[in-house]
């Protein structure tokens, strides 16, 4: 079965930087979507950033400038490289995937990464 694993989450001060790794394993399609979103308590959870298996990305605007989104196919891996973050970026931090970036659905998602900035 497909799993992602989210790690790198963490405690900060605000202007620091994280990055987060998602790693995904048991995933069979040829083509891929994968997503980061956020997830503050009482609210729905915030679409960040995604990137397909053709490298192309997409970023929200809340978030463009400061944080980017990568890959590393041979490792099953996608990234979230946050720079000076703020105390609004505090929240629970999901990756997902799904075989393509058009619809905004995801059908796998990990179990979440906390990123608390301060």
């Known amino acids: 079965h497909v799993q992602l694993v989210e790690s790198g989450g963490g405690s900060v001060q605000a202007g620091e930087s994280l990055r987060l790794s998602c790693v995904v394993s048991g995933y069979r399609y040829s083509t891929y979507c994968m997503g980061w979103f956020r997830q503050v308590p009482g609210n729905e959870r915030e679409p960040l950033a995604s990137?397909?298996?053709?490298?192309?990305?997409s970023v929200a605007d809340s978030v463009k400038g400061r944080f980017t989104i990568s890959q590393n196919n041979a490792k099953n891996t996608a990234y979230l490289q946050m720079n000076n973050l703020r105390p609004e970026d505090t929240g629970m931090y999901y990756c997902?995937?799904?075989?393509?970036?058009?619809?905004?659905?995801?059908?796998?998602w990990g179990q979440g990464t906390q990123v608390t900035v301060s």
């Open positions: 997902a995937a799904d075989e393509g970036c058009t619809n905004g659905f995801y059908e796998y």
């Open positions: 990137i397909d298996s053709d490298g192309r990305t």
